[in-house]
């Protein structure tokens, strides 16, 4: 049975409420946004969300992401959000859709969006991709910690996209203190590339199992799916 709008509401101000006691608990004095990942959930679940007040979305896979942004283009500041594994030949339908893309990690795909992102648009969001913890489900995604100052100055100097920041998809550990230690590697390079010269303000980590240690560590924009639609 899909979800009610009632539960998906009281889920959403659930979350919200959540990050608000993380902040709290943990003295954070920079804002969590909330990033609703929408992936496999219909059009209507995200029109009720925003009617609640919610404005980024999270989408992993093109063909099902596409006729819900079509069918809700009417929505004013609704901000669409890349966050699935990118293929070379999907960037173009990537870049004249959406206002983020947080998977980037190669230098091939950037040049791409930034070719392909449209003039009247403004500049495309971009957060890199990092392998913080060498496993990633054996799917290599992310960019090694080594080479992410590299790639983020290629990056930065690209036309029509804009370098934000950088984003994390470990594997899920049990422990709250390894969750922690691991999202503190993305938290460090942060502040080792700003001190570099970088003006990134995008941490995006932190999703419904890991989102509290994510927020201890730094994050700035938590991906909740789970926690707000229920069970995929
Ligand atoms: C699905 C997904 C999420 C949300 O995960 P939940 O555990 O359902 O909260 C966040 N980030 C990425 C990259 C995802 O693919």
Redesign the pocket.
């Given at each position: 049975m899909p979800i009610s709008e009632q539960q998906l509401i009281y889920n959403r101000q659930s979350v919200l409420g959540k990050i608000a006691a993380a902040r709290q608990e943990f003295g954070c004095d920079w804002q969590v946004d909330l990033l609703a990942?929408s992936?496999t959930k219909p059009a209507s679940a995200v029109a009720c969300l925003y009617a609640d007040g919610q404005r980024h979305f999270?989408e992993?896979y093109l063909q099902d992401a596409l006729p819900k942004i079509a069918a809700l283009q009417h929505l004013p500041n609704i901000n669409w959000h890349f966050?699935?594994q990118l293929q070379s030949n999907k960037t173009a339908l990537i870049a004249q859709n959406f206002a983020w893309v947080?998977?980037v990690d190669r230098l091939k795909i950037a040049r791409r969006l930034s070719a392909q992102r449209p003039d009247n648009l403004a500049a495309l969001n971009i957060c890199l991709q990092v392998d913080v913890d060498h496993s990633s489900m054996g799917s290599k995604a992310g960019v090694p910690i080594s080479s992410a100052c590299e790639l983020a100055r290629a990056v930065s100097e690209l036309p029509n996209i804009q370098l934000r920041g950088l984003m994390c998809?470990p594997d899920l550990s049990p422990d709250f203190d390894m969750q922690l230690q691991i999202f503190s590697r993305l938290s460090k390079l942060f502040v080792d590339l700003n001190a570099q010269g970088f003006q990134l303000d995008t941490l995006s980590m932190g999703?419904?199992?890991d989102m509290r240690a994510a927020i201890k560590a730094g994050s700035t924009m938590v991906?909740?799916?789970?926690?707000i639609f229920g069970a995929?």
């Amino acid at each position: 049975m899909p979800i009610s709008e009632q539960q998906l509401i009281y889920n959403r101000q659930s979350v919200l409420g959540k990050i608000a006691a993380a902040r709290q608990e943990f003295g954070c004095d920079w804002q969590v946004d909330l990033l609703a990942v929408s992936k496999t959930k219909p059009a209507s679940a995200v029109a009720c969300l925003y009617a609640d007040g919610q404005r980024h979305f999270g989408e992993n896979y093109l063909q099902d992401a596409l006729p819900k942004i079509a069918a809700l283009q009417h929505l004013p500041n609704i901000n669409w959000h890349f966050i699935g594994q990118l293929q070379s030949n999907k960037t173009a339908l990537i870049a004249q859709n959406f206002a983020w893309v947080h998977s980037v990690d190669r230098l091939k795909i950037a040049r791409r969006l930034s070719a392909q992102r449209p003039d009247n648009l403004a500049a495309l969001n971009i957060c890199l991709q990092v392998d913080v913890d060498h496993s990633s489900m054996g799917s290599k995604a992310g960019v090694p910690i080594s080479s992410a100052c590299e790639l983020a100055r290629a990056v930065s100097e690209l036309p029509n996209i804009q370098l934000r920041g950088l984003m994390c998809i470990p594997d899920l550990s049990p422990d709250f203190d390894m969750q922690l230690q691991i999202f503190s590697r993305l938290s460090k390079l942060f502040v080792d590339l700003n001190a570099q010269g970088f003006q990134l303000d995008t941490l995006s980590m932190g999703m419904s199992a890991d989102m509290r240690a994510a927020i201890k560590a730094g994050s700035t924009m938590v991906r909740i799916g789970t926690d707000i639609f229920g069970a995929r």
